[in-house]
């Protein structure tokens, strides 16, 4: 029997993640790009990943605390970057809150579905029934609040300091 340590799908999301995050760093770092296009690159980046896990099959993934705990290795990395470069005066900086914060409230989403349903959390996004495509579980209606919520978490993390101005 073939163990296989991460789901392929995990692997190329993982990998795209942190070749694309490099790239990014090193484009600030040498500063070959126009700033703005950079930030609106950055910005795009630093949603894209958690939109990316919530919107996909990935989401199901995170139930395995293996694969969990290496997306939170990577959002404490950025909650790190947030903290250190807080104070300078980028667009971008409360994107960086974004993956934490979707991941935090993730664990707490998913226990409260475990307990109720006795399953994890289900993505509801680009299902055309109440029969998820890939588990083929039950779709409820805890499912879809909390993918909504999951979604707006990830939006006012990102947006807080330009809403509240801090």
């Not at 139930?63 to 980028?90: A, E, K, Q």
């Not at 900086?93 to 914060?101: V, W």
Request: a positive charge.
């Amino acid at each position: 029997m073939k163990y296989e340590i991460l789901p392929l799908r995990q692997k190329r999301l993982l990998g795209l993640t942190c070749i694309v995050g490099f790239v990014i760093l090193i484009l600030h770092i040498l500063e070959i790009i126009n700033p703005q296009v950079l930030e609106i690159i950055t910005i795009f980046y630093l949603l894209g990943v958690p939109f990316s896990l919530l919107t996909s099959e990935e989401l199901i993934d995170l139930n395995d605390n293996r694969i969990f705990n290496i997306w939170l290795i990577i959002g404490i990395i950025y909650f790190c970057i947030y903290l250190i470069i807080r104070n300078m005066n980028y667009n971008w900086i409360g994107t960086l809150r974004a993956l934490p914060s979707f991941l935090v409230a993730y664990k707490v989403f998913n226990t409260i579905i475990k307990k109720i349903t006795g399953r994890c959390l289900l993505n509801t996004y680009r299902q055309i029934s109440w029969s998820h495509d890939t588990e083929k579980l039950q779709i409820t209606a805890l499912d879809v609040v909390f993918n909504l919520l999951l979604c707006f978490i990830i939006a006012i993390s990102a947006l807080f300091e330009l809403i509240f101005n801090i």
